[in-house]
Structure formats: C-alpha cells, structure tokens
C-alpha cells in the first residue's frame, strides 16, 4: 500500500506546493506511482499542474461531502492525469466549506483518510499538500497520513512557527494518529549567499536536529521553479538542469531511502 505523506507547515510562503508537486514528479521518475491531493481551497497544487480549479466540478471538497452524507460515490471519478505520470485529486471552493461541514459529522477527523484508504493500494506514494492553517482538514490529512515533511523557508518568522506545529502534531499523535511519523524539516527557498539563511539554518539544526531528520538537500530560490509552476510543469521539465531541479532530486532520493529503511523495520518488528 501506499506511503502516505502530508506536506504540512502552518506557515503560508513556505514552499508547500512546489515541495509536493516536485517531489512527486521525482518519484515517478524514480518509477513509483504518486497520487496527489490538493488539500487546501487556494488551489495552488491544481493550478500548478495546469488546471483551472474554477472549471473542475469533481474536487477533494466535493467528495469528502458525499463521504459525510453518505452518498455512494467513487473517488476514482476526480482523479486527474498529468502528462508527467502524476494523478491528482484536485481542489476547489468546495473545499473552504469543510470546515464547518466537518463540526457535526461523524468521525470528522477521518474522512478523508477514509477516501484515500480506497485508492491506497493502487499507488507507491501519496503525497497531501496541506492548506497553511492547523484547522480540521489539516487534521484531516494528518490522521489520514503516515507521515510528515515540514518546509521551512530559511528565514527567521517562518522557522519561529515550528514549536506551534511540534505541539499540533503532538496532540494529532495523542488523539487520532498515534502512528503518524515524522520524516524530517526541508529547508525551502535557500538563498545561500546570505547570512540570515545560514543563521536560520544552524538555528534549526541545534534546536530541532538532535531529534528530528534535517535532510541535506537543501531547496534553493529559484525563478525557474515557480515559472515551472505558471507552466504548468514540474522544474525536471522546466527547469532539468537547474539547481532546483538537483536539489528536489536529492530530497526524492532521501526520501525513497527513509521509506525503504522503514519498511525493512516493519517488517523485522512483524518477524519478531
């Protein structure tokens, strides 16, 4: 079954999107099926593959509100195809009505790992691009994930909001997902000739790197990425032989390694 993983920071500016868009793409270059899901009303995922999210009558909004009223409806039919191998659940403003929608419904925290749980065998990787808040559809994805990459941008406020999303996801292990994992930080948006990234950076790894995985690829500020973006396109199309494109190269290979390193200690621990 699918490893799923949300892309999450309460922090809007972070590099969320083009995180899940290019390391999707790195995936299926590595030949793994990726799924992504567009969890956030703004629709920047959606849009960043091309689509017009005001155009799209089938959206992740749309069917986890079947998913409250139980109407029999398959997931399978808002499925996208990106030329680039990538599937997509898209977003739309369906989407913002969750929230309120999600207060009375049973099981709230869970339904959207309830439509993903019937897709999950028929792809390698799921990866959920998180909306920048910590409300009930960011919940959502976490209790409907396995794990969790955190984008920081290399600049003082966003790496100042960490603590709060250490405690989110802290109560999110308590109470929905105890075995939600986290994966590690990527430091986003990197401009490396300033002092500021690097202060910010050596600030991250004492506080956060005795306890949690800082993956050495380090993704930097990059026009190309988010011309990739406009275009519709992931940077390895765009932009193949960019820094970006590298360094997303680098974090996918980090990534397919923890996954493998994990499933060779489930396993053991299944054994034993």
Known sequence: MAKTIAICNQKGG???TTTA???GAGLVRQGKKVLLVDADPQSDLTASLGW???KIENSLGSYMYYEIMDFPEDIHDTILHHEEG???IPSNLDLSNMETQLVNAMSRERIMGRLL???KDEYDYILIDCMPSLGMITVNALTAADSVIIPVQAQYLPARGMSQLMGSLRRVNSHTNPNLRLDGIVMTLVDGRTNLAKE?????RTNYGTRIRIFDAQIP???KTAEASKAGQSIYVYGKDSKAAKAYEALTKEVMNLAEREKRRDEASIDR
């Open 14 to 16: 972070v590099g969320k």
């Open 21 to 23: 868009l290019n390391l």
């Open 52 to 54: 017009d999210s005001d």
């Open 86 to 88: 990538m599937d997509l």
């Open 117 to 119: 749980g019937d897709v």
């Open 200 to 204: 910010v950076i050596d600030a991250i």
């Open 221 to 223: 500020v990059a026009v």
